[in-house]
Structure formats: C-alpha cells, structure tokens
C-alpha cells in the first residue's frame, strides 16, 4: 500500500495544472501538489507587497486556504490556475493594507542595489543615493504600478504573463510600463534637482 501511495503521488506531478484542479476538488494530495507548485511563487508575491516575513507567511496560508475552499468553483476560461492564485494573492493583500492602514511599499533593495553598485569606493555614496531616491519614487507610485515592477522584476514575467496576471491585454500593459518609466523617471529629475542644493551648501 505504502508503495502505491508514493506511485500515485509521484504520477501527480506529470498532470497539468487544470488535470489536478478537476482532481482537487476531492482529492486533497492532488490540490497538495499544487499548493508545492506555487507556494514559493505566492510567497515572494506577498512578501514584497508587504515587506513582513510573519504577515507574508500568515497571509500566504490565507491564499491557499482560500484557494482549498473555492476550488470546485474554479472555472477554466483560458486564463492559468497560477493567475487565478495570485489574484487571491493581490486582492488579500490589499484588504490587509486597507485594515492596517499601512503604506504599500515594495522592498526591491536587492535587486535595484545590484544595478547601482559600483565597486569604485567613491562611487557607493552616490550609489546609495540613486538607491534610495528610485525606492523613494516607487513607493510613491500607485498600487496597480508596484505590481507591475514586481512581476517584472521580482517575478521576471513577461508582458505576456503579467497580462493574464493583471487581467490587462500585453499591449495595455506594455503602455502601463512605459508610462510608469516615464513617470519614475520625472520624479527621479525632481528629486535630483531638489539635492543639488542641498549638495551645494554641504560642499
């Protein structure tokens, strides 16, 4: 018995994503299969909307848990299992924000630090400087944009994905990214002009 358990879960990671929802809804080990796809994928989602490992943690168990119950309310209209998770995900996340009055911040520092370091020593306090402001700007920026950068950054999706995740076509957000550039890049000008003579006075 033990060894025809362990055949039938290993069989669970050849069926597709809609082959284990249809399984799922009576099956707990076939919705455990899923819950090991993307549980990683939901963390990071959750976490660098919030910037807490506790209320990432707490939250992701809501998403699955959330997931389990409606499961047999699923429905296939050609959009991914996974999009439907994350959007649990984004909609989780902002009642948390709405009840706990917090601001939506997405902690990029890793990722933007590597992109602005230097190893020029008198390079870094400029560096940190960049780092700063650009975190400053993307806070700053509405919510639907943070999601943006973090599944293009963060997630490394593509135009295509992140339409699906969204529920935006490929074109709307192609034209979403550039104006969201576009807008970090006048408040980055705003912010520089602003130091200059700030600079001045300490030089």
Do not use: C
């Not at 400053?136 to 995740?165: C, D, T, W, Y």
């Amino acid at each position: 018995m033990k060894n025809f358990f362990h055949r039938q879960r290993r069989n669970y990671k050849t069926l597709s994503d809609n082959e284990l929802v249809e399984l799922a809804a009576g099956d707990k080990e076939a919705f455990g299969e899923l819950y090991e796809r993307y549980l990683t994928k939901i963390y990071n989602y959750v976490y660098y909307r919030t910037g807490n490992a506790q209320d990432a943690e707490d939250l992701t168990a809501k998403v699955f848990y959330r997931a389990m119950s409606h499961i047999q309310t699923y429905e296939d209209k050609g959009v991914p299992f996974q999009a439907w998770l994350y959007r649990i995900a984004h909609n989780l996340v902002a009642n948390f924000h709405r009840d706990q009055g917090r601001r939506k911040v997405i902690p990029l520092d890793d990722y933007i630090a590597h992109s602005l370091r230097s190893e020029a020593p008198d390079r870094q306090t400029e560096a940190n400087e960049e780092q700063e402001l650009l975190l400053a700007a993307i806070r700053r920026l509405p919510a639907e944009r943070q999601e943006l950068l973090l599944l293009k950054f963060v997630e490394h999706k593509s135009n295509a994905e992140i339409g699906q995740l969204m529920n935006r076509t490929e074109g709307a957000i192609k034209s979403l990214y550039h104006r969201t550039l576009l807008a970090l890049r006048d408040e980055l000008q705003m912010q520089q002009m602003n130091l200059q003579p700030q600079r001045k006075i300490k030089g």
